[in-house]
């Protein structure tokens, strides 16, 4: 059984740091081919990828905001942030962590890589305002 449980503050003004952390149980953080992801969804809006940290503490993060992401690990509690900085109006969404897996399959054809979500954690809303 693995859980992901994502906990931070609801509500940041304008400028500040959203900061959020994504508690894991019934898995390890460093365990091969998983990676530890933040998703959001802005209100009547799709799904964003934001960015993931690996389990080798490799980080990934989307283009749109790579300069003021930043996502850590500290494998000692499991745990593993978002750090959003000098968030807008824009950034009220709801924010969730997820686990993506890595699965390959070889065959006479080669090596084929897959990766999708299989563990989500229920999603914690972050409002934008002063």
């Known amino acids: 059984q693995v859980q992901l449980q994502e906990s931070g503050p609801g509500l940041v003004k304008p400028s500040q740091t959203l900061s959020l952390t994504c508690t894991v149980s019934?898995?390890?953080?460093?365990?091969?081919?998983?990676?530890w992801t933040w998703i959001r969804q802005p209100p009547g809006k799709g799904l964003e990828w934001m960015g993931a940290i690996a389990y080798s503490g490799s980080t990934y993060y989307s283009p749109s905001l790579k300069s003021r992401t930043s996502i850590s690990s500290d494998t000692s509690k499991n745990q593993f942030t978002l750090q959003l900085s000098s968030v807008t109006p824009a950034d009220t969404a709801v924010y969730y962590c997820?686990?993506?897996?890595?699965?390959?399959?070889?065959?006479?054809?080669?090596?084929?890589?897959?990766?999708?979500?299989?563990?989500w954690g229920q999603g914690t809303q972050v409002t934008v305002s002063s």
């Open positions: 997820a686990r993506f897996v890595l699965k390959f399959v070889t065959g006479s054809s080669g090596t084929y890589y897959y990766r999708f979500a299989d563990y």
């Open positions: 019934g898995g390890s953080i460093t365990t091969n081919y998983y990676y």
